[in-house]
Each structure stands twice: as structure tokens, then as C-alpha cells.
């Protein structure tokens, strides 16, 4: 490794923990990260976190202020409980949706924290196009549903094991009305069908992400 990538990886590994040591404070979730930061050239890929809990990084993204939002997000898959490879494989939505909402949630508290200032039109045209979108869009209705505070929601979420997720949400319909728990229940069955798939792959499928855990 040469001297400027040493530098490179030192750099991202403390905004890392910055970032971390933040989102900690506010989610009062432990992290659970390596501590090890990779730069991957021609990566094929924002940002990932393995299951091994180092985070990946596109080499092509240490300069790019749009790099905060791939490592916000990669940062909220270190808070996240139960992060094991099968219960991620089956309920990858649980985990991308609850995590990609707290990072547009999170990130204007944290960068201000942090004393970072990006152009928030370039975060939000990423945000526009990203392909978890269909998981935030049923996500909200959800959350919206349950009448839980926006921010209490995803957190409480990133909080319960990745297994547990959806049946942690069924069981608030046992305490509602029976109309709006029959209400409730269309809603659930419909988030629930679209967090349980891999939409990366059926919504788009000649792009490949190069999918080893997590990706942003």
C-alpha cells in the first residue's frame, strides 16, 4: 500500500468513528464495526459491510463529499442487531429500509455534530434515485400506520434483531381496534412482502453490487 492510500484509509477510519461515536449518542446502540476500513478500486459498489464487520469503501469515493451518506449508512449496519448472514438474506428489506431512512434522518444532526458541510441538493438527487426506495416507500406507510414518532420507529427497528422485525410490528396490531387493525394488517402483509425480497436483483438486474453483506 502506498503512502496516499495509508493516508486515505486512515482518514476514512476516523470519520468512521466519528461518525459512530455520534450515532451511537443518539441511537444508544453499541457499534459493532471492526474498526478496519478497505478501499476497494473499481469496486462496483458504494459501500458495504461484510460479516465480518469491516466496512468497504469505493476507493473512488475517499474525495467525494457524497461519500458521508455511503458511510453513514454503512455505520447504522454496524448499530444494527442480529447482523448475520442468513437472517440478513431473508430479511434483507427489514435491514436496508430501517437503515437508509435513518441515514437521510440522521445525517444533517450528524454532520452538523461533526462540523461538515455538503451541498444537501447532491444528497438528496442520490436519495431520489436510490434502489431502496421501494423499501422506504412501504416503510413510511408502515410507520405512519403504527402511529410511532418517525425517528422512535427506525431506531426501535435497528434495535430488534433483523429476525424479529417484522413480527415485532405484527404484534401492535393485537392492541389496536378491530377496523384499524384490519386496515393495519393490509398494510403490514404489503410492507412485509416487499422488505422480505431482493429487489436489487428484480428491479434491476443486469447491475451487480458484488454483494458480500450489506451494500450502500
Not at 438527487?125 to 421501494?134: C, F, G, K
Request: glycine residues 6%.
Amino acid at each position: 500500500m502506498q503512502a496516499d492510500d495509508r493516508a486515505d484509509v486512515e482518514r476514512i477510519r476516523q470519520e468512521l468513528h466519528d461518525i459512530l461515536q455520534v450515532l451511537s449518542e443518539i441511537t444508544s446502540l453499541p457499534s459493532n464495526w471492526s474498526g478496519t476500513v478497505h478501499l476497494v478500486g473499481d469496486a462496483g459498489f458504494k459501500g458495504q459491510k461484510p460479516f465480518n464487520c469491516d466496512i468497504l469503501l469505493d476507493a473512488a469515493l475517499v474525495s467525494d463529499g457524497l461519500r458521508w451518506r455511503t458511510l453513514l449508512h454503512e455505520a447504522l449496519h454496524a448499530l444494527s442487531r442480529g447482523y448475520v448472514r442468513e437472517d440478513f438474506e431473508n430479511f434483507r428489506g427489514w435491514e436496508e429500509g430501517p437503515v437508509e431512512k435513518l441515514q437521510r434522518l440522521l445525517r444533517p444532526v450528524v454532520l452538523t455534530r461533526l462540523g461538515i458541510t455538503v451541498d444537501e441538493s447532491m444528497f438528496r438527487a442520490a436519495d431520489e434515485r436510490h434502489l431502496y426506495n421501494r423499501y422506504l416507500a412501504v416503510l413510511e406507510e408502515l410507520q405512519r400506520a403504527t402511529g410511532i414518532p418517525e425517528r422512535q420507529f427506525y431506531v426501535d427497528l435497528l434495535s430488534t434483531p433483523i429476525k424479529d422485525r417484522s413480527m415485532g410490528i405484527y404484534v401492535l396490531s393485537s392492541q389496536m381496534p378491530r377496523k384499524q387493525r384490519q386496515a393495519f394488517l393490509l398494510i403490514f402483509s404489503k410492507a412485509n412482502s416487499v422488505l422480505k425480497g431482493d429487489i436489487r436483483w428484480s428491479l434491476q438486474p443486469i447491475r451487480s453490487n458484488g454483494e458480500n453483506g450489506s451494500s450502500a
